[in-house]
Structures are given as structure tokens and as C-alpha cells.
């Protein structure tokens, strides 16, 4: 999802059947007698939240206090920049803010690749360096290890740094950009995060390389599709073209780990089933995924679950995520 404002969140078929949400809350609870359920592990319970008062890292201490989870075992998620060029170090206050308010937290900063107006060919020149080198300095003064999600969503036609017609001008891009935070920081994770599913653009066409991605992301939610929520899930999500079967198999060939960087639901509605889907292909695939965060802000469609917006969703969501 293209985040376009720092300090606050970018502003269906409403609601699952109740067959198809029962048939989620009872797939969560094992039978009497049954084998107790895996925990599961704090790296899959990340989230995106919203600016707040003070700062996203206040919001994300009350999302671990909901869900149970221990002070700072959860990762953060932000944006870095995405307007101008001048905001690539205009806003290198805004990872001194994370420290600040906890230097323990580890953070996924989604970074422009470009700005819209600039074509990727003048990043791949090295015509803005200087624009990425003050964010790369910014982060690694405190945030030195944290995990890069590079021009994310290239495949998507609204991203500025949408590749397709591109696509050597986006991998030569994004190679020269790695190249500029590896001199800042050599604890940094680079994170090469396409939208689920077909798109506009066949995303591996924009791979940039294995030498300079350490994580191969997915975003995914849970958009309106005819069919029943099991039908759905199987067709849209598990199968389909550059989905989470692909995901999985296109790391594996590339001895890679996966991610899931913003994962939601909201367009279709309260759909506890794909709360539960989720939850189990993360636990199914434990030891091949690095992290995964939940995007907790209503953006371009509703996704904030621990309001009481998707009731169904949110009780699940907590009993699932929660420790």
C-alpha cells in the first residue's frame, strides 16, 4: 500500500458469511483433548500503527500491551520520505524519534525508490545519491539494523516507481541505492516486497538480484473476489499468479526467507477466515519467513483491527497473535 503522509495514515461487500466465521473462530480452537496450538512467535506479531501523540513507537508499545506481547519483541514499520527530494532529509528526524522513545525497537522502513515526476533511469545514474545518502546516514545512526523494503510495490501502475517498460532502469536503481546504505550500515536487511498477485506487471521481471536482497516480500489483503471465503483464499491468495505459492517457491530457488511487510484485512470485510489462513501459512512456513506486520491504519480501505471495526477479525486476530 503507498503510504503518502509521515505524521498520519492515508485515508465492501461488508462482512464474511457467519458459516464462513464460525467455521474460523472453531478452526482456531483445538477439540477437547486435542493438541495445544503452537504459539506463535513475536516475529509474525510486527505492525504498522498509527503516528499518535508522539510518535508510531508509543502506538506500537499499546499493540504489544493488547496482544500480550513482551516490550519491544515486535517490529515497527514506517515510511521514510515520498514526496520531494528534500524530504529524503528534511524528515531524517523521523528515525531519532523511534530511538528516542525506545532504542530496543527494530524498524522496516519502506523506502521511495524514486519520486513521482523523476524517472528510475536518473536513480540509476546516481543524480539524487545525495538524497539517499542522508536517509541511509538518518537510519543507520539509529536504527542500525534495520530492515530496507526498497521500492516496494513496483508492480503496482500507481507506484512512482512502477517498473513496468522499466525494468532495467528499476533493478539498476534499486542495486544503486543498497550500494549506498551498505556504506552506512553493514547490519542492514534488504527487503524486495512486490504486491500479491498478477498486477500489472509479472514482478519478477523486476528482480534486482540475490546479492543484494536478503528478504522476498509479499503484501496481501483480503480484496472483494466472487466465491465463498474458502474459495477465495485458495484461488486469489494460495494459487494465484505471484501469490503466496509463488512467493514461497521463488524464495526457495533463490535460498531466501520470506515476508510479509503490510498484511490485512478490510475490503471484503470481517472475515475471520483469512485471519485464520494467514495465521496458519505463516506457522506452516515458520522457519521460512523473517517477519511479518500487520497493517493496523485505515488507508486506501479499512484495515485497523483493534478497534471494533471487523469485530469477528479483531477477537480472532487477538486470541491468534496474541501470547
Known sequence: MFHADH???P???LGATVAAAMLALGAASPAHGATKVKPMPAKFAGAFVHWGAEGRERTLQAWEKWLNRKPSSVLGVDFYAQYTWEDYSKLSWVPGIWKKLNPARNVVWSMPLTVKGTPLA???SGLHDDAFEAAARAIADNQPNAIIR???EMNLVDSPWFAKGQEADYIAAFRRVVGIFRRYSDGFKYDWCPGWGL???AADLAYPGDDVVDYIGLDVY????EGSPQE???THYLKAPFGLEWQRDFAARRGKLMSYPEWGVGQFGDNPYFVQQMRDWFMQNEDRIAYAAYFDVDGQWPTQIDNDQFPQSQKLFRKLFGR
Open 7 to 9: 505524521a498520519r495514515a
Open 11 to 13: 485515508l465492501g461487500f
Open 122 to 124: 536518473d536513480v540509476a
Open 150 to 152: 526498497l521500492g516496494w
Open 199 to 201: 498486477q500489472e506487471l
Open 222 to 225: 483480503d480484496f472483494k473476489h
Open 232 to 234: 477465495r483464499w485458495e
